[in-house]
Each structure stands twice: as structure tokens, then as C-alpha cells.
């Protein structure tokens, strides 16, 4: 943050778990630095369901009140709908979300305002309110149409992620190029997808690069001009999920002088988690489920005993953020949280309330402080800022 703090009683929990050790010098660390969390999903989870945001409320991870508490002074709302969504209803489907955000902002206009660039992010957080940034997290929701990229752009939308898990015509996702090669009619960008890369470097529009395949991925680098952005992204030689970056990719993101935002879903973290589903769902709901289901399915069906043994230790979102570090340089490394997106999270994280755990884990861990501002938020607002060179 770009101020102290001065958190009411109730909003002190986060902050109590500090070590006697480390927790003086974290607290004073995290009050002062300006911190940033690139993907949250709140607005689909919660705020598209009628819940009112600007008030704690009993589901989900966040609210203004939990963002506050988590000192988290940039925050940005992902936009998103699934596939079913197409040419016709996926533009509108957005609209309808950032009216929603748009809603949260006029009713709490104390607690929250949009920012449009880094320089407007900064100034709102001086005042002590929270920077709302609107990210597209799909390209679908462009409906392959130019004019509506522009549209979004107008409405305040600073990031759009060329692909969710779904591939649209113009680039392909990690998902599909994994787990669907056959289906696919092309592999990575198409000259539309070109046209659309060119557009959001001439608008200062960061281009998102979780959830594209590696074909998209490189196709990108070799043309946008401006630092890119992996949101909600992990480490694939810690976790090998499709949905992580692979060394060549982290590497990739340096030379370019983009960030990558670490997710803290326990699926892109634990190398174990998809077995310990397995185990848990065999050991508490039955062995001779006849249904074939997926991770998501079983770990729904999970008690909550189960969902609890099933989290990994902090640990291992800080070895997640040690990686990237060496691979890619302090300067390339963020948070993205992906809260309100994700059903899994490791111990301690619980909700937005809970991101100082992340800057006295850093701290214990040997990093300078010049060196957890630049992860805490630094390093996004750098990329955010440069869009405009």
C-alpha cells in the first residue's frame, strides 16, 4: 500500500498468525507496500448472484471488507464466462458483469474506484481505497469481432486473456492443445489472432497469456511489442499441469519484461492433489462409483474432513514464487490468486483476507523487502505502465 493501514479489530485476524519473529517486520512490509492481485472471479461467483459485496458475506473468498483486511490495494475482477457462452451472448455476458462491478463501485464509492492505468491504481490507493481493474478472462467474449475489443477497452478493461480453457477460432488454449490436439482445425494464432494482438499493443491493452496453448503462447512473443502478462499461472516443473508455463515459457516472459502472477490453486500447486482426490473420494463417498467423474466432481462430493486434509502446506505456493524467481528474475514475479475461481486452496489461505501470510512467508525465506514489494505489486504495475510506452 501506499499508506499505513489502520485496520478495525474485526479485520486484525489476518494479521495474528505472525510470528513474533518475522511478524513485526511483515506487518510494516505489507501496510507499506503497494500490493496487487491480478485475478479474482468474485464477480461471477458472488456479485452476478446478487450478493452484496461491499459487505462481509458467508461464501466464497472475498468482499471489500475481506480486501481491506488483506491489505490488497489493487484488485482485478476477472470477467469470465465458460464456452456455452458464443457469438451472441458472450459480448453481452460481459457487459452485464462489468455493470455489476460498476454497481459495487457507485454504492461504495469510499471503499472502491475504477483504475484505468498504474498511475490511477497508485493515486486511488493513496486515498485509501481499493483500485478496481476489469481483466476479460476468455477471448470468446470478443466474439472475433475487433470493434468489441475496442468496446471493453472503453468500458475499462486493462487485460484480456486470449483463451479461458476453451480455444475460440483465432488461438488455441493450453487445454485443447494437450488434451485435444486432434480436434483442432490450427494450432496458435490465426491472422485474426495477429490482428488482435496488434490492436491490444496499439490500445495499452496487456495481453493475457494464462490458459493459451504453447503454440499460442510463442506465436504471441514473436509479435506483440508491448510486456505480456500471465495472470494465474504456475510452475510446470513443479506441477505438470497444462495449465502451467513450461521453463522455455518463464523464461520467455523475462526477456519480454512481463510478469507472471502465481495461482494459489492447490491443482497448479501439489503434485499430489489429483491422487489425493482419487484416495479421499475411494476412502469417504465409495470405490464402486460406476459414474465416471471428474477431479472437480469427486472433490465436491468430498466432506469437508477430506476437502481440509486435501490442502497443501503454504510452502508450497512459496516454492511456486522461489522458482519463478530463479528462472525468470525478481522482477517478472506476481500474485494472481484466482480466488473465487477455484475450490482448493493451500493452508492458511483462506481467503483475501489472508495475503499478509504471503509477505511474512516471503521474508522468512530470506527476501529483501525492495524485493517483496516488486512480487507483492511492483513488478504488475511496471507491465500495466508500460502498455502506455
Known sequence: MMRYLTFPASCCIALLWMSPVYGQDARRIHEQAIVVDSHNDVLYQSVM?????????????????????????????????????????????????????????????????????????????????????????????IEARIDYLDS?????????????????????????????????????????????????????????????????????????????????????????????????????????????????????????????????????VTANDSVKRSSDAKYDRLPAVAKEQLRPPLSLLLDHIDYMVKQAGIDHVGIGSDFDGINATPKGLDDCSDFPKITEGLLTRGYTEPQIRKILGENMLRVMAAQKN
Open 49 to 141: 448472484r446478487g450478493k452484496d459485496i461491499g459487505q462481509r458475506i458467508n461464501s466464497g473468498h472475498t468482499d471489500l471488507p475481506r480486501i481491506k483486511a488483506g491489505g490488497i490495494d489493487v484488485q482485478v475482477f476477472a470477467v469470465w464466462c465458460n464456452e456455452k457462452y458464443g457469438k451472441g451472448t458472450a459480448f453481452a455476458h460481459a457487459n452485464k458483469q462489468i455493470d455489476g462491478l460498476m454497481k459495487v463501485i457507485s454504492r461504495y464509492p469510499d471503499d472502491i474506484m475504477l483504475a484505468t492505468d498504474a498511475v490511477s491504481a497508485r493515486q486511488i490507493a493513496e486515498q485509501g481505497k481499493i483500485a478496481a481493474i476489469i481483466g476479460i478472462e476468455g477471448g470468446h467474449m
Open 152 to 284: 471493453l477497452f472503453k468500458r475499462g478493461a486493462r487485460y484480456l486473456t486470449l483463451t479461458w480453457n476453451n480455444s475460440v477460432e483465432w488461438a488455441t488454449s493450453a487445454t485443447d492443445e494437450t488434451r485435444k490436439p486432434n480436434t483442432l482445425k490450427h494450432k496458435g494464432l490465426t491472422d485474426f489472432g495477429r490482428q488482435v494482438v496488434r490492436r491490444m499493443n496499439e490500445l495499452g491493452m496487456m495481453i493475457d497469456l494464462s490458459h493459451v496453448g504453447r503454440q499460442t503462447f510463442f506465436d504471441v512473443m514473436e509479435i506483440t511489442t508491448k510486456p505480456v502478462i500471465v495472470s494465474h499461472s504456475n510452475a510446470y516443473a513443479l506441477m505438470a499441469h497444462p495449465r502451467n508455463l513450461h521453463d522455455d515459457q518463464i523464461k520467455a516472459v523475462a526477456k519480454n519484461g512481463g510478469v507472471i502472477c502465481l495461482n494459489f490453486y492447490s491443482g497448479f500447486l501439489d503434485p499430489m492433489h489429483y491422487t489425493k482426490i482419487n484416495r479421499f473420494y475411494a476412502k469417504y
